[in-house]
């Protein structure tokens, strides 16, 4: 709530100076000046109170279990794999309707990792796969909304990004 309180106190404490420049014959830039005004009147007007901001996540949660082998012929294995899900994300609303959302999807994220603790020449050593982005999530992260007329002016994801592609990534540790 109160999103551009401050920029309210602000712009109204220096408004008339800025009008008054807008409104001066001799100032070389006075239409700029107005459009510039235009425009934070524009913004103000179109903010809406109360709405959450975009980009706001609905929850992300992580889960990760891990388990090492403790004895026997798989001695010094271990395996874990885990989770990072986001719930859809606030990307923003329907034209000229602030609190008429648009959401991206939810979205969830695997890894995993195998690893083995062995000796050589007694000299400790540590391998170790993660993988990242196990089942290849590929489908666009919206970030924003547009409204195009071949949408009948509804709001459609915009912006995006993609998440990595699957990654392998082989590491070893000696410890000497």
């Given at each position: 709530?109160?999103?551009v309180?401050a920029?309210?106190a602000?712009?109204?404490r220096?408004?008339?100076?800025?009008?008054?420049?807008?409104d001066?014959?001799a100032?070389f830039?006075?239409?700029?000046i107005?459009?510039q005004?235009?425009?934070?009147?524009?913004?103000?007007?179109?903010?809406a109170?109360?709405?959450?901001?975009?980009?706001?996540?609905?929850?992300?949660?992580?889960?990760?279990?891990?388990?090492t082998?403790?004895?026997n012929?798989?001695k010094?294995?271990?395996?874990?794999?885990?989770?990072?899900f986001?719930?859809?994300?606030?990307?923003?609303n329907q034209?000229?309707?602030?609190?008429?959302?648009?959401?991206?999807?939810?979205?969830?994220?695997?890894t995993a990792?195998?690893?083995y603790?062995?000796?050589?020449?007694?000299?400790?050593?540590t391998l170790?796969?993660?993988?990242?982005?196990?089942?290849?999530h590929?489908q666009?992260?919206?970030?924003s909304?547009?409204?195009?007329?071949l949408?009948?002016?509804?709001?459609?994801?915009?912006?995006?990004?993609?998440?990595?592609?699957?990654?392998?990534?082989?590491?070893?540790h000696?410890?000497?």
């Open positions: 709530t109160n999103t309180q920029t309210r602000y712009i109204s220096h408004l008339a100076t800025w009008q008054a420049a807008a001066n014959p100032q830039n006075r239409q700029n107005q459009n005004i235009n425009n934070l009147k524009l913004r103000l007007d179109a903010a109170e109360g709405r959450p901001l975009n980009g706001t996540q609905r929850f992300t949660a992580n889960i990760f279990v891990h388990y082998f403790p004895d012929i798989a010094g294995l271990r395996g874990g794999a885990g989770a990072n986001v719930g859809r994300r606030l990307i923003g034209l000229n309707a602030p609190f008429d959302y648009a959401y991206g999807e939810a979205r969830q994220i695997v990792i195998v690893g603790d062995f000796k050589l020449r007694h000299v400790p050593i170790q796969l993660n993988v990242s982005n196990l089942l290849d590929e666009p992260v919206f970030t909304v547009a409204t195009p007329a949408a009948n002016n509804r709001a459609v994801g915009n912006g995006y990004f993609y998440e990595e592609p699957r990654k392998f990534t082989l590491s070893a000696l410890q000497f």
